[in-house]
């Protein structure tokens, strides 16, 4: 289908309209670029039907189909569920990045960045081939960091960004050894092949390895603990990118990894262990930490930490009620996110503070804020009849069916969180008599709150048209759990264990959000603790990283040419020398051509004169020893019939030493500035080294790794080049451009020494 990739390069090609729209419309032309994504959104959602009847949409052209690299992609369930979240929620990004960035000198960079965004990540989701997963994944990262580092006048934002960079960059590089590996293990680098071969991949004595290194990739993406700080420092961004990132974007394209191979590497101990584990402590820190902090965006960027965490403990768990839970709170919570942080943007921009603690009344000023924040926050909340109210119902569900109590104990004090956070988001900075700000506040433009409203709108609706919801989400959760699964979703499961612990969630949340002051109090003490977090391990990596480079360059860097040679010399001493010790097969020393006195007399000629080159302490005796070496080897070009060899190495002798002479004549006699032991050092060096090269020689002369050409060249050279002279006819007509390159080098040499010999210096100028 033509179509698909079309739609995923679509983005990037909108990329070259976007300084134009912006030159003639400035601001209003976020509504402009925002058509494409919204035809994308109907695109993506009717090829659904297609991947419900279990014949999704693909793509496949050869890209480097030698290594198995494949421009694929493929529109399953699960690719057109995140596709639309992409592509639906990027169509408000950029009509809300136009008002928020209104009068910005750079608004345009934003436009392109963030479209060379949508398209990055759609790239990710849809991709078919492991490696072209990965290429698209690398431009997230790259994207991600010029959206975050968009204020780069910034220190902060510089560091927010390289910090992103770095640590998803990173993951990244492991995830391709593990794609690899994968690959390897599964015989195939298609992931629509890999996932129905999960028996043979987790029987696989790669298992281990490809598991590890896939997780550090996810999770580096994800944002799971250890590696949670990135996501929170990148709220330096503007909060275009914010929403953007945090809703339907960069942040979830790690738990799309690993639903997507779930089916292929899920079902192990070491699967559950790690994704639990791992989940839980990120769901618990970010909750923990988002109930201390009082800057809306930050307040918001830790509760996406634990609902990512959330996530990834759904898939740990792998229980068909767990992923479909899954599914529908990454649905509810790319909406009711998305909203939030346009609802903060917009407060921010309107009062000029995003300090929760301070601003109060704002319902009078800003009513359609309001309402969408009234309604994102009761959905974060997970009360009913939104989508996330019955996504949380069926974690809950899927957590105690597994008898994970403990489990059980954490989702409940995250899901508490959620409530508080949503609470001073969507209640307590809108309620209340009007506070002082820094600007007097108003409502936003339309462009900044049609976005929230429409997110928000849409939570609500999915919940009460439940039926609808399941038939959208139903391909996915089969796309996941590798098998057709029926997805029933309702509001009402009647009285249960799920539901009390749900109200007992909110209870507790209510109750935080009421002592929310005092909370805070107590978390100054987390502030401080924090300090010695991961955060600063990053910096202190970081910075170990750059003492070990000054001190890797002050030693390999030394800036004495000698040094640089003996490195070299050494290096391919060693290098050669094991290969020749590993291959244990001895040359052997007889050549099959007869050594007469002549050659014997000429080969000791050139000894000498290498020998006197090193020892004699005039400059003009040492380039005559060159000269008596280089004699000598056109001596032995004339003994074994090669006179127009011999002839070029003649005049390429007496002109070498006609040039030192005249260059060097007036430079006064060798000076003796090594000690004794550098110059036996570097004798034995030079004999070891010329000792290997005359072995390595003699060991070439018996390798056959190919037949030789030399026939070939001497019965085409009349026929096909023209010519007697082999070598004149491989110089001219064989190796033409080889030659043409030399001759071309050696030219651009000539003007290089004329253009020395013209320069003059004139006073201070040199000219």
């Given at each position: 289908m033509t179509a698909l990739p079309l739609a995923v390069l679509s983005p990037f090609a909108l990329v070259a309209l976007a300084p134009w729209a912006h030159a003639r419309l400035k601001h209003q032309a976020g509504w402009l670029l925002a058509v494409l994504p919204a035809i994308l959104t109907a695109f993506f959602g009717s090829l659904m039907p297609l991947a419900a009847a279990g014949a999704p949409a693909s793509f496949c052209m050869p890209w480097m189909a030698s290594a198995r690299v494949m421009f694929s992609f493929h529109a399953d369930g699960l690719a057109l569920l995140f596709a639309v979240l992409i592509s639906g929620i990027g169509t408000f990004i950029l009509i809300y990045a136009g008002g928020y960035l209104k009068g910005h000198p750079q608004q345009g960079r934003m436009f392109v960045f963030l479209l060379l965004f949508m398209g990055s990540m759609l790239g990710v989701v849809l991709s078919d081939n492991l490696?072209?997963?990965?290429?698209?994944?690398?431009?997230?990262?790259?994207?991600?960091?010029?959206?975050?580092?968009?204020?780069?006048?910034?220190?902060?934002?510089?560091?927010?960004?390289?910090?992103?960079?770095?640590?998803?960059?990173?993951?990244?590089?492991?995830?391709?050894?593990?794609?690899?590996?994968?690959?390897?293990?599964?015989?195939?680098?298609?992931?629509?092949?890999?996932?129905?071969?999960?028996?043979?991949?987790r029987s696989a004595a790669l298992y281990l390895p490809v598991l590890i290194l896939v997780l550090l990739g996810a999770f580096t993406k994800s944002a799971q603990f250890p590696f949670h700080h990135w996501l929170p420092n990148a709220m330096e961004a503007p909060t275009p990118v914010s929403a953007y990132l945090h809703s339907a974007t960069m942040v979830k394209a790690g738990v799309f990894l690993l639903a997507r191979l779930s089916p292929a590497?899920?079902?192990?101990?070491?699967?559950?262990?790690?994704?639990?584990?791992?989940?839980a402590a990120t769901m618990l820190a970010g909750g923990a930490l988002a109930l201390v902090k009082t800057d809306l965006k930050q307040l918001l960027a830790y509760s996406t930490v634990a609902s990512l965490g959330f996530m990834v403990m759904l898939l740990g768990i792998g229980s068909p009620y767990a992923v479909k839970g899954c599914l529908v709170f990454l649905t509810a919570h790319a909406l009711y996110k998305g909203a939030l942080f346009m609802v903060a943007g917009a407060v921010d921009h309107e009062t000029g503070t995003r300090d929760a603690s301070v601003l109060k009344g704002l319902r009078t000023v800003m009513p359609f804020t309001a309402f969408a924040a009234a309604l994102a926050g009761l959905a974060m909340a997970g009360l009913g009849p939104w989508l996330s109210f019955i996504g949380k119902e069926l974690a809950l569900e899927a957590v105690l069916g597994g008898g994970n109590l403990w489990l059980a104990a954490v989702t409940v004090l995250t899901?508490?969180?959620?409530?508080?956070?949503?609470?001073?988001?969507?209640?307590?900075?809108?309620?209340?008599?009007?506070?002082?700000?820094?600007?007097?506040?108003?409502?936003?433009?339309?462009?900044?709150?049609?976005?929230?409203?429409?997110?928000?709108?849409?939570?609500?609706?999915?919940?009460?048209?439940?039926?609808?919801?399941?038939?959208?989400?139903?391909p996915a959760v089969s796309s996941v759990l590798g098998r057709p699964e029926e997805l029933k979703l309702a509001l009402w499961h009647g009285v249960n264990a799920a539901l009390v612990l749900s109200a007992l969630s909110i209870a507790l949340g209510a109750a935080a959000y009421i002592g929310w002051d005092r909370i805070r109090a107590a978390g100054r003490l987390g502030d401080t603790i924090l300090k010695w977090g991961p955060d600063r391990l990053y910096d202190l990596s970081l910075d170990a990283f750059t003492a070990f480079a000054r001190g890797q360059t002050r030693v390999v860097q030394s800036g004495y040419l000698r040094y640089y040679l003996l490195a070299v010399v050494l290096s391919v001493m060693a290098l050669a020398g094991h290969s020749l010790y590993t291959r244990g097969e001895p040359p052997v020393m007889v050549s099959s051509v007869p050594v007469t006195p002549y050659s014997a007399a000429v080969a000791l000629m050139i000894i000498a004169s290498a020998i006197a080159a090193v020892l004699l302490d005039t400059r003009l005796g040492a380039i005559a020893a060159l000269g008596g070496a280089g004699g000598g080897v056109a001596l032995i070009y004339v003994m074994y019939g090669a006179p127009d060899l011999a002839m070029t190495q003649f005049l390429v002798e007496t002109l070498t030493?006609?040039?030192?002479?005249?260059?060097?004549?007036?430079?006064?006699?060798?000076?003796?500035?090594?000690?004794?032991?550098?110059?036996?050092?570097?004798?034995?060096?030079?004999?070891?080294?010329?000792?290997?090269?005359a072995y390595l020689a003699l060991v070439a002369l018996h390798v056959d790794l190919h037949p030789p050409i030399s026939s070939y060249f001497a019965e085409n050279s009349v026929p096909a080049g023209f010519g007697r002279n082999v070598v004149n006819v491989i110089l001219v007509d064989f190796r033409a451009l080889d030659t043409l390159g030399e001759i071309s080098v050696l030219g651009l040499a000539g003007l290089g020494a004329y253009a020395l010999l013209k320069l003059r210096l004139s006073g201070r100028k040199a000219t």
């Open positions: 490696i072209t997963l990965f290429v698209f994944w690398e431009l997230t990262s790259l994207t991600s960091y010029l959206l975050i580092g968009f204020n780069h006048e910034q220190e902060r934002s510089r560091r927010a960004a390289l910090q992103a960079l770095v640590v998803t960059g990173t993951g990244g590089l492991a995830m391709l050894a593990g794609f690899l590996l994968l690959g390897t293990a599964a015989g195939s680098m298609e992931l629509s092949e890999i996932v129905g071969k999960g028996d043979q991949i590497l899920g079902g192990t101990t070491e699967w559950e262990a790690s994704l639990t584990v791992f989940g899901s508490a969180s959620f409530v508080t956070v949503a609470a001073v988001t969507g209640l307590r900075i809108f309620a209340g008599p009007p506070s002082a700000a820094p600007k007097k506040a108003h409502e936003a433009p339309a462009s900044m709150w049609i976005g929230p409203v429409w997110l928000a709108i849409k939570g609500a609706l999915l919940g009460l048209m439940a039926g609808k919801a399941a038939a959208f989400l139903a030493i006609i040039l030192f002479v005249l260059i060097i004549f007036k430079l006064p006699r060798f000076a003796r500035l090594s000690r004794p032991w550098s110059r036996v050092r570097d004798g034995l060096i030079s004999i070891a080294a010329g000792g290997m090269m």
